[in-house]
């Protein structure tokens, strides 16, 4: 147990040893305080939304800025809440960095230094592996508690253009609460902010709901 601490609190693995305390620390507080584990989630298909502007300027969903974003979606960043995914690289970097330092007896910091890119990369691979099947069973378990809510049928708003590939937002009311959600026209024809329509579908993926324009 001391050679591991001793390890641990490596000037290469400190940091790594921190961050996990951290994690480990955070996931109390979910569990007692009742964070929402979905607090700091990022929302990847917003890379992907019209932005209306009083000009009418739509944002370009090939831009350069959403390569990022298809690097994460690779390796699955939008399969499970942030925390999570945070919490797996930090993890697998630690236990990676643990092992080669204690059996490959490293002791030069500029080497163990220079092994944390591919340590990154190898742990990229291991959110990919996990992140499939823990977003599936973070899914059913529904953590929140709250029952799930049929959009299909309902009447919504337009609150950024949506079209058949591209992904906006619309805005409905259930139980009294405004609720907004991700949405794509299920027609070639483009919806504009405003313009009142109806849920008709939901995507294979599940990421965002289909809507055709409600004729009154």
């Not at 007692?32 to 932005?51: K, R, W, Y």
């Not at 291991?126 to 049928?153: A, C, M, R, T, W």
Request: aromatic fraction near 14%; charged fraction near 20%.
């Amino acid at each position: 147990m001391k050679e591991l601490i001793e390890i641990s609190f490596s000037p290469v693995n400190a940091f790594f040893t921190i961050m996990s305390i951290i994690m480990v620390i955070y996931w109390l507080l979910v569990i007692i305080a009742g964070i929402d584990p979905d607090l700091f989630s990022v929302d990847f298909d917003s890379a992907d939304i019209d932005v209306d502007t009083d000009l009418d300027i739509e944002a370009d969903g090939d831009a350069d800025g959403n390569g990022f974003i298809k690097i994460l979606e690779y390796f699955n960043f939008d399969e499970l809440p942030l925390m999570f995914i945070i919490t797996i690289i930090f993890f697998s970097m630690w236990l990676v960095g643990v092992n080669i330092t204690y059996y490959l007896g490293i002791e030069s910091t500029l080497l163990g230094f220079l092994l944390i890119i591919p340590n990154f990369i190898l742990s990229l691979f291991v959110v990919k592996l996990f992140s499939k099947p823990l977003g599936y069973l973070y899914k059913q378990v529904n953590h929140k508690g709250e029952p799930e809510i049929d959009f299909l049928g309902r009447r919504c708003r337009v609150v950024s253009s949506v079209s058949h590939d591209k992904t906006g937002q619309i805005e409905l009311t259930v139980n009294g609460d405004p609720i907004k959600i991700y949405a794509r026209s299920n027609t070639q024809e483009k919806l504009a902010t405003g313009q009142q329509a109806v849920i008709v579908g939901e995507s294979e993926d599940k990421k965002y709901y289909l809507v055709e324009k409600f004729d009154y």
